[in-house]
């Protein structure tokens, strides 16, 4: 709205007026439209990247698929084999929770008797 209203010919004051914003803040975004073509209300990345790529994570389905009584340890330690950023175990666990894999417990159950069988 900032942009359009100055390409229309009003002035900062203006558009400060029309719009509700400052003077500075009509001023900030009409120069970085200008400088960068883009404007500030825009999504930021922030925050850590992932070490663990789509990439990685294709092989790392592959990994579970090949052998799926794996421990969290054996995922890691196969994982960073052949890797030159190596991850740890609790990234392991994040991006195994982030492709949908939960971890699981097998059932005690009784050794059947012969009797029984």
């Not at 970085?32 to 663990?52: A, D, F, H, I, Y």
């Not at 084999?81 to 971890?103: H, P």
Request: net charge positive; aromatic share 4%; hydrophobic share 30%.
């Amino acid at each position: 709205m900032v942009v359009g209203a100055r390409r229309a010919g009003l002035s900062i004051s203006q558009s400060a007026q029309l719009l509700g914003f400052s003077r500075t803040t009509i001023s900030r975004v009409y120069k970085e439209w200008c400088e960068k073509g883009k404007t500030s209300s825009m999504p930021q990345s922030c925050g850590r990247k992932c070490l663990v790529d789509a990439r990685g994570q294709r092989r790392m389905g592959r990994l579970i698929q090949a052998d799926r009584r794996a421990t969290l340890t054996e995922i890691t330690t196969r994982y960073n084999q052949g890797m030159q950023k190596s991850i740890c175990e609790a990234t392991t666990r994040t991006t195994l929770r982030r492709m949908g894999y939960n971890s699981r417990r097998p059932h005690r159950v009784p050794l059947i008797s012969t009797t029984n069988r």
